[in-house]
């Protein structure tokens, strides 16, 4: 049996009832007010039935524009960044884009460029919470770099989209210090990060000068490594803390596993909070007060400033994306 031709623009036109020219416009993106909503629709349903496919190849080199961006993610297996990478797809896709997803390396090394050549490949990328140096490797083929969730001050991107990672620390800080708390230890991420660089230093100042007594022991971001870090705060020789605050829901999970072996009840005994409201912080007894940071609105938003950037524009860094408090049975007044 003899395959099946590959359906051409021709046929969606045909198809469509429209010219072949139309059927370009809808798939360079260059429709907007030349080509209505309604036919547009109607080219790309014809385009779904008859399954056909543009030529990227010639479209880049028609366009300069290959319509693909890179997002750059510490890991895969973090909840944070599924979603993140969900708000991304949803605006890329309205603005014609696909997007690939990279893990950076885990030693924290240089990534190293997954294509032959990202310029070749790639239009921008956007990297969430990792120092810029870490994408040299792309720095160095000028695509246009958004950065989510680091340094602002960091002149090698375009633009910074961050989360108000600031508020949700003093909210943590402000919920506990109500709660009457005077001895807090913080379960901090021992990396070599901005954003959990700022959270220590928000921790530090939201305390001063409230008669708190602040203890910080580090971890991996693991619910093993928080376990054996709240059992040092919690086996310390001097005043024991009455909460534990965690950079990460997963730490303080490990909080909860630790304050259980050690014989002490939360939150009668010792109250902990999290940071970020994964799944799990809802899936444990108590569950986890922390906060709520939007991935998706962080990834919708980082993806519109890439938008923007790749149309000419320079939009500077947008406000913080604001986050919320969410109070659960993890924390209560100190015994």
Known sequence: MANRARPTSRDVAREAGVSQA?????????WHGRVSERVVGRVREAARAL?????????????????????????????????????????????????????????GGPARD????ARATLDGVLASSMA??????????????????????????AATVNLDVVDGI??????????????IAHIAAGLDSWTFAVRSRTLADALAGTGAE???????????????????ALRAPESRPTALLCDFDLLAVGA?????????????????TGFDDLTIAVAVAPELTTVRLPAEEAG????????????????????????????????????
Do not use: C, W
Not at 133 to 147: N, T, W
Not at 256 to 272: F, I, N, T, Y
């Open 51 to 107: 399954g056909y496919r543009p030529n990227l190849a010639a479209r880049t080199l028609r366009t300069g524009r290959t319509k693909t961006v890179l997002l750059v993610v510490p890991a895969l297996t973090n909840e944070y960044y599924a979603r993140l990478y969900h708000g991304v797809a949803r605006v890329a896709a309205e603005h014609g884009f696909g997007v690939v997803l990279y893990p950076s390396p885990s030693d």
């Open 256 to 272: 909860l596993k630790a304050a259980r072996q050690l014989g002490l009840r939360v939150p009668e005994d010792v109250s902990v």
């Open 170 to 183: 003093r909210q943590l800080a402000a919920h506990l210090l109500s709660l009457g708390h005077r001895r």
């Open 22 to 30: 139309t059927v370009s416009l809808v798939f360079g993106e260059k």
């Open 114 to 117: 997954p294509f032959v050549s």
């Open 214 to 232: 602040l203890r910080t022991e580090y971890a991996e971001l693991t619910m093993d490594a928080g376990r054996r870090a709240a059992e040092r």
């Open 132 to 157: 810029s140096e870490v994408l040299a490797a792309f720095e160095g083929d000028g695509i246009p770099l958004v950065m989510l969730d680091s340094d602002p001050a960091n002149s090698r991107a």
């Open 300 to 335: 919708e938003r980082g993806m519109r400033t890439l938008a923007s950037v790749l149309d000419g524009g320079r939009p500077g860094n947008p406000a913080p994306v604001p986050v919320s408090l969410v109070v659960r049975g993890s924390t209560a007044p100190p015994a």
